[in-house]
């Protein structure tokens, strides 16, 4: 009879043991899932090229911040992939010295700025800064919308036939 009784509450604290170990794996699987994501993502900040091999007459892109690197003036500027008319992802075209987007056909010049097409906007740009290992670094957590069609801060035409 004893042995019956042992069976039981043996049983008994081995189900409550497997109760609290089921409870601890949907703490730690909510936490995990729910926790914020450190800062090297795409909302973080990512580390780029050297400040000094960023180009003044192209763009280069990083896809690891969706993000065209490019020098305007002593200035480096990181700008958004995205078009700021719906959202595709704009591409640099070295034929033309533009950026154009292939959904509608807008079309931004090398600083991003609003050239033709439905864009309201010129496109968005990140953060910028340069670390102490002169490494540009895109703060892709902060964006500043582009500039208001008609803004030209830079002089440069279209140097050839488009890319689309
Ligand atoms: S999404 Fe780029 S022009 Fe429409």
């Known amino acids: 009879m004893s042995d ?3 069976r039981r509450e043996f ?10 170990m089921i409870g601890c794996a949907g703490a730690w699987t909510s936490w995990d899932l729910l926790r914020p994501l450190p800062g090297s993502g795409l909302g973080g900040i990512i580390e780029t090229i050297a ?4 180009p003044s007459d192209t763009a280069v892109y990083v896809r690891a911040a969706h993000t065209y690197v490019t020098r305007i003036g002593d200035e480096v500027v990181a700008l958004w992939q995205k078009c700021p008319h719906l959202g595709c992802r704009v591409a640099w075209c070295d034929n033309s010295g533009e950026f154009e987007c292939a959904c509608h056909g807008s079309r931004f010049n090398r600083a991003g700025e609003h050239r033709s097409g439905p864009a309201p906007r010129g496109m968005d740009r990140f953060g910028v800064r340069v ?3 002169g490494i540009v670094e895109v703060d892709t957590g902060t964006v ?17 036939e488009s890319c689309s």
Do not use: C, Y
């Not at 049983?11 to 609290?20: E, F, P």
């Not at 400040?51 to 960023?54: I, M």
């Not at 919308?145 to 440069?156: D, L, N, R, S, V």
């Open 4 to 6: 019956a009784i042992d």
């Open 11 to 20: 049983l008994g604290r081995g189900w409550k043991a497997g109760i609290v």
């Open 51 to 54: 400040a000094d091999e960023v």
């Open 131 to 133: 670390n102490e290992q």
């Open 144 to 160: 500043a919308k582009g500039p208001p069609p008609g803004t030209a801060t830079i002089e440069e035409p279209p140097r050839g």
